[in-house]
């Protein structure tokens, strides 16, 4: 089946640095990604949709500049929490849709920890 | 904006009882998502629904979507279901998939 990996599954940073989270479609061509984040015991919340070949579009409320998302192809898509500080701490997961069978695949998360 | 609220929050239950949990929301939609999350945070796919039933396993999923409600349900449950099942809905057109909302998860834990 299809399948989406992301990578790091866990990183910890200083505040003030920056950190990459990849995620990649492994057997199918993704146009577009999402990217979700997840506070403790709350519900996962749309970030941003990622499109291949043009600008990512944002929900309310994140930050374009802060939360960078590139992708790259039709297989990859990397946001890039700059100058993160503690309270971007959360879990990270992507999901990628395969459009002709409407559905969506996600990525196993990765936890980003801010000190 | 869709509204996902789903039912009950927690769920402690013995080893071999029948599952349910209920999922509702307020928008139409084009597909709904039945998620599994494990303690370490990792989410598996158990169905999408855009009408009727499925089955899978000891897993069954039905939707009702003139109702805007679906529900989960569990046969002969085990320790190992242990988990947060998540209800997820999303629009899919012909520009694409948008993405999904999700209800708050049902914490559910089956003692033995």
């Known amino acids: 089946g299809a399948v989406v990996s992301q990578h790091p599954s866990w990183v910890i940073c200083k505040s003030g640095t920056s950190v990459k989270i990849e995620c990649r479609s492994l057997?199918?061509?993704?146009?577009?990604m999402f990217w979700y984040r997840q506070f403790p015991k709350q519900s996962l919340m749309l970030m941003a949709t990622?499109?291949?070949?043009?600008?990512?579009?944002?929900e309310q409320g994140v930050e374009k500049d802060k939360f960078l998302i590139n992708h790259a192809s039709l297989t990859l898509s990397t946001l890039t929490v700059t100058s993160a500080h503690p309270e971007d701490s959360s879990f990270y997961i992507c999901s990628a849709p395969r459009r002709s069978l409407y559905e969506q695949y996600f990525g196993p998360g990765t936890r980003l920890t801010v000190t | 904006k869709n509204e996902v609220e789903q039912s009950p929050q927690n769920l402690t239950a013995q080893e071999g009882e029948f599952i349910t949990i209920n999922c509702s929301y307020s928008?139409?939609?084009?597909?709904l998502h039945w998620l599994q999350q494990h303690p370490g945070g990792g989410i598996v796919s158990l169905f999408m629904l855009s009408s009727g039933k499925k089955k899978h396993g000891r897993l069954i999923a039905t939707i009702n979507i003139q109702e805007k409600h679906s529900s989960l349900h569990i046969t002969a449950s085990h320790p190992r279901d242990s988990a947060v099942y998540i209800c997820?809905?999303?629009?899919?057109?012909?520009?694409?998939?948008?993405?999904?909302?999700f209800g708050k998860g049902t914490h559910l834990i089956i003692q033995p």
């Open positions: 928008v139409g939609i084009s597909a």
């Open positions: 057997d199918f061509q993704a146009t577009t």
């Open positions: 990622s499109n291949e070949g043009s600008k990512a579009t944002y």
């Open positions: 997820a809905v999303g629009l899919y057109s012909g520009g694409g998939a948008d993405g999904l909302t």
